[in-house]
């Protein structure tokens, strides 16, 4: 059974990690059921639970395969570091599940297409009153 | 002629921000030009230009239509106030101007998807070397 768990920073904002929250849950419901069984989110820091902890509830959940993908927009330090060091920690801890890490979101090439269908839908919106 | 602005937060760390004018260098030449003619980054700190500053950029190249969009995955106080603020202040600098505002980058329901697409390509990548 596969599981995804999607990183994100974390925030001392709650609203925000329950968006990271909600997003999971979404793409559990809507999207995922075909490849992931399970996802979840985890979170670097500020909130809970941790890369390993959310690894650890995979597997709890009988998952044998965990895909952690960096919910980042920029290669920075959190994602080039951070949290494949996270990966591999729980790697060690974990020898019989295979634990895989996914590119950041924001090397995904759908992106571009992603702002443009964002920046397109808008207009109109705010014109007239802005 | 429309310009879109990508608003990111800005980083310390050049390559973060050089990563977004990439970003939207790219967006100019592969995909925006049937719908923007300029393409650019802006940020909200640490980097430049600013909001109104890149708003002016785009004016000064001939656009008589901005785009801002925040390059923003939650709905954090950036994305919701501070973003708006800098909107509004570009507003009543440039009334003849139609400056809009788009959703943050993280509430596009196209985001699950791009995850989603990460998420199945990377698996084999690591698995028989991690």
Chains 1, 2 share one sequence.
Do not use: W
Request: charged share 25%.
């Amino acid at each position: 059974m596969k599981a995804l768990l999607v990183v994100a920073h974390g925030s001392r904002r709650s609203a925000s990690n329950d968006e990271v929250r909600m997003l999971c849950e979404r793409l559990q419901e809507e999207k995922a059921g075909k490849e992931f069984a399970i996802v979840r989110a985890g979170f670097l820091e500020l909130a809970e639970p941790s890369i390993p902890e959310g690894i650890e509830q995979c597997i709890q959940l009988g998952a044998d395969q965990v895909v952690v993908l960096p919910y980042f927009l920029s290669a920075g330090r959190h994602a080039s570091e951070d949290i494949p060091a996270g990966v591999e920690k729980a790697r060690k801890s974990h020898p019989h599940i295979a634990i895989h890490l996914a590119p950041y979101l924001g090397s995904a090439p759908g992106i571009a297409g992603l702002l443009l269908a964002l920046a397109e839908g808008c207009e109109g919106d705010d014109g007239s009153t802005g």
